[in-house]
Structure formats: structure tokens, C-alpha cells
């Protein structure tokens, strides 16, 4: 990467205060570029989904896996629920998409909870083989009394496509029958999940993140506090493909002792550690076991770090001179935090990043782990909250004594309580990266890069007042 006309600006940069000239390019289309992310991960698009509670679970850990990315489970989450979360992932088809299931028995009021927890937002009913008998949509809930079973207004005999079928094939079927899904079955008619129309041509353009066997990725998180070492070989027992750990100030001497713990008590999986804004701060966790390194003090939409006490680094700054380091040491850097829109993407990785973390902007979808609420005007919204912040402590710390717990409230540097609505236009994560991704992959082609290390390799960047960064943004109610 380097400044336009070689001048290294004056003062630090955030995401909005840089741009990317066009190159001379002769990458013909979008889809010559590839994705797979230089950092040892496995990972097919640079997107690693931050380890908030509110955000990251199973659900959202499954379906980023499948079209390329990790998802980081949260580290206030009991060691048994880990395990239950990653053997969900482990399980889960690479490519159909996990059904929702009841039985024809069940109630609309039953069915009503459960549509919302996947973006096909549908039900599958099935028979006590494990058959589907009939499909329960959002459209059926309408009118229909709370109590009614399934069996009275569920659609019956449903279309199923064999699970033998690829993903284009499966398209063609659901577009031939003009239907929106379908239960995928196996050679026995037991239901292997569902396929939609949009997931088949999703199947067809991104490449699962997968593990040695075949099973789809997924990470997880482990704080500085206590036992480290002991904690993140019980998460690497439970079959985590990728240990982080972290806090919010990774540049401590306690971090240093816990990433060797860390790095003592796994093999040679990869570790992230996090989260430092300077070389210094990279160079010293690379010293003591980190893989690859989290970059990204206050640029979170939940994080009240920088107006609480004043500490930070405009983002793309930080992400420059982090990436500038860990790669003099073939290491790699995540950038965590300040993404608000696609461009963002682009930038940090343009600045030398591998991947991204994003966990705010994936809030309001279906898949993030909190429930889903209808305000009083129907809308659906989730609701988030920053890891440092009052409720997220009150989560970490259920296990110290009344007092402990009273303390540590005081010092909270995040909100605890945002209403992410849900999106009409984009409502599923995998919306979300489709955006992300058609943006990105257009990014590279104007630089002329066919993959992520060319990207930072070519990269032209220009600094812009805010009136430049306005003139970029769509007029979009007319003038």
C-alpha cells in the first residue's frame, strides 16, 4: 500500500477519511479475484464474526462458516454450552442450510418462536422418523389461532430435493416448481435441512470454511483472567478450530502470561490475540505464541472506551502500522472494529489486514444469537450490547460474590442496551455479506488485484476531507 504521490499524511486516519484511487487494472471480472485469506485460518472471504454475546452462537457460526468465514463464540459462555455449540457447527451440512423442525402436534403459537431464528424462516413438520410431512411459513401464521396444530395449516406434501443433487440443480428445481424452499432428504427421506433458491446460488459462489475433515469452522474466545491456560485446552478439547484470546487492552503483562499459557496448553491450531493500535504492542504478543494479532481500541459502535477515558487510534492508522509489523514477521493482523459499510472492508484490508471482525453491523440479522422482538409498530429488532459494558460484565462475573460483581459494575465502557432492527432488504447475515463481498471483490478489480496480499501490494490510498467522503455517499430521496 502506499499514500498517493508517495506523502504520508500528517495526521492519523480513521475509515472515512480515506480512499482508494483506481489502479490500471486487467482483472476482467469480480469473480477472478479470490478470496482465501493469507493468514493459516481456512477462511475463503476475510470475515471473522466478533465474539459478542449478542452476535455470535451457533446459528451465526454455521451459516458464516458455510460461505467462507468464522464465527468467534463469546468467552462468557460455559465451557459445556461450547461444546454443545461446536458439535452443532461440526455437525451441520456444508451446504444446505439447518431446518427448523417441529412435529405435526405442535402449535402455531410454537412454530411463531422459532421462524424468525433462520433467514428461510420457515418450519419444517415431520413425522416421528424424521420425515417431512408439511412446511409452516411466515405467510401461514396470519390469522391462524395460537393453539392450532401444525397438522391444520401447514402446507402438506412438500416438494423434497435429494440431497444428491448439487446446487445449481437444486436451484432449477426450486425455479421449475416455483417454489421458495425446499426439505433436502437423503436416500431414506429423512431430512438432511432445507435449500432455498437464494441459498443454491449462494452454494454455487462461495466456498465453505471447513476443517481437515470436511466440517465446517469454527472459533472461540478465552479472557486473561483467571486460568487461561486451563480454559482454552478445554475449548481446544471440545474441537475449536481457532483460539483467541482476548481483552480490551491487549497490551499488558498479564495478556503476555496468558498467551503462554494459551500457546502451552494447545497445539499448533492458530491463536489470535488481541486486541493493541502500535507495533510495539504486535511485536510483543507475536514474541510470546500469537499467531496472528487483533488490532482496534474504541472504534467498536457498542465501545464508549474512547469518550470514557480517552485512549485509541483512529482505525486505519492503527491498522497500517499493526499490519506494516506483523508482516515484517509473516504474521498477520485482524482488523476489529470501526466498520460501518463495504469500503470499510476494502480499506482495512488495503491497509495490510487479513480479515475483519465485524460484530455490531451482523446485530440485526436473523442469525446472531439474541431473540427476536417485534416493537409495538411490528418491527423486528435484536438486542446488542458492547462486551464491556454493564450487562456483559454482569454475564462474565455471575460467579463472583455480590460485592465483586458491584464493583466491577462501575467501571463499564459500553452500552449495554441498542435496538438493532432488522434490515427488510438484508434481514439475513448472509444478506450482509453478499453486500460486503460484491463491494470488496469490486474494490480489487479497480486496484487490479486478483487476491488479498496483491490488494495491499497495489493499493493507492488518498486522504479526503469530510465533504469528500460526503460527496461519495447516494442521494437516495431525490435532491
Known amino acids: 500500500m502506499r499514500f498517493i504521490n508517495d506523502v504520508t499524511p500528517g495526521h492519523e486516519q480513521t475509515f472515512s477519511e480515506v480512499f482508494l484511487a483506481p489502479s490500471f487494472s486487467d482483472v476482467a471480472s469480480r469473480m477472478d479475484v479470490d478470496f482465501r485469506t493469507p493468514d493459516g485460518v481456512g477462511t475463503s472471504i476475510p470475515i471473522v464474526v466478533a465474539n459478542m454475546t449478542a ?21 462468557d459462555v460455559e465451557i459445556e454450552a461450547i461444546a454443545d455449540m461446536v458439535a452443532s457447527v461440526k455437525r451441520a451440512h456444508r451446504v444446505v442450510d439447518t431446518a427448523l423442525t417441529l412435529t405435526p402436534q405442535d402449535n402455531v403459537n410454537t412454530a411463531r418462536a422459532l421462524i424468525y431464528k433462520r433467514s428461510h424462516r420457515a418450519v419444517i413438520v415431520v413425522d416421528d422418523q424424521n420425515r417431512p410431512v408439511g412446511i409452516f411459513t411466515e405467510m401461514d401464521k396470519e390469522g391462524a389461532d395460537p393453539f392450532t396444530p401444525l397438522t391444520e395449516v401447514m402446507s402438506e406434501d412438500p416438494i423434497v430435493l435429494p440431497v444428491t443433487l448439487d446446487p445449481e440443480a437444486m436451484f432449477n428445481e426450486l425455479a421449475n416448481r416455483r417454489v421458495h424452499l425446499a426439505p433436502v432428504v437423503d436416500g431414506s427421506g429423512e431430512l438432511v435441512g432445507v435449500m432455498t433458491e437464494q441459498g443454491a446460488i449462494r452454494a454455487t459462489l462461495y466456498e465453505p470454511a471447513t476443517d481437515e475433515s470436511g466440517r465446517l469452522l469454527v472459533a472461540a474466545a478465552v479472557g486473561i483472567s483467571g486460568d487461561a491456560g486451563t480454559k482454552a485446552a478445554e475449548i481446544a478439547g471440545v474441537g475449536v478450530d481457532v483460539l483467541v484470546v482476548d481483552t480490551a487492552h491487549g497490551h499488558q503483562g498479564r495478556m503476555m502470561e496468558a498467551l503462554k499459557e494459551v500457546r502451552a496448553a494447545v497445539d499448533d491450531r492458530p491463536i489470535v490475540a488481541g486486541n493493541v493500535v502500535t507495533a510495539a504492542g504486535v511485536n510483543d504478543l ?49 482488523a476489529d472494529g470501526g466498520l460501518r459499510h463495504p469500503r470499510d472492508v476494502a480499506l482495512a484490508l488495503a491497509g495490510g489486514a487479513a480479515s475483519v471482525m465485524i460484530g455490531s453491523w ?59 432492527y432488522l434490515d427488510p432488504e438484508a434481514p439475513g447475515v448472509e444478506d450482509l455479506i453478499d453486500r460486503i463481498v460484491a463491494g470488496v471483490r469490486s474494490a480489487f478489480t479497480y486496484a487490479g488485484a486478483r487476491n488479498i496480499d496483491e490488494f495491499h501490494e497495489r493499493a493507492v490510498i488518498g486522504v479526503q476531507s469530510m465533504a469528500g467522503y460526503s460527496e461519495g455517499q447516494p442521494v437516495r430521496d431525490g435532491w
Open 55 to 75: 452476535v455470535a452462537g451457533r446459528r451465526m457460526a454455521e451459516t458464516v462458516a458455510r460461505r467462507g468465514g468464522v464465527a468467534v463464540l463469546p468467552q
Open 362 to 420: 451482523f446485530a440485526g440479522t436473523y442469525e446472531s444469537a439474541a431473540e427476536a422482538i417485534r416493537d409495538p409498530h411490528g418491527r423486528v429488532y435484536k438486542e446488542n450490547y458492547g462486551m464491556a459494558s454493564r450487562r456483559a460484565v454482569r454475564r462474565r462475573t455471575r460467579n463472583d460474590s455480590r460485592y465483586q460483581r458491584a464493583v466491577k459494575a462501575l467501571f463499564e465502557e459500553g452500552i449495554s442496551e441498542s435496538k438493532m
Open 286 to 334: 507475536l514474541d510470546v505464541g500469537a499467531d496472528i494479532v487483533k488490532v482496534g481500541v474504541g472504534p467498536g459502535a457498542m465501545c464508549t472506551t474512547r469518550m470514557m477515558t480517552g485512549v485509541g487510534r483512529p482505525q486505519f492508522s492503527a491498522v497500517v502500522e499493526c499490519a506494516e509489523a506483523a508482516r515484517a514477521r509473516g504474521a498477520h493482523i485482524w
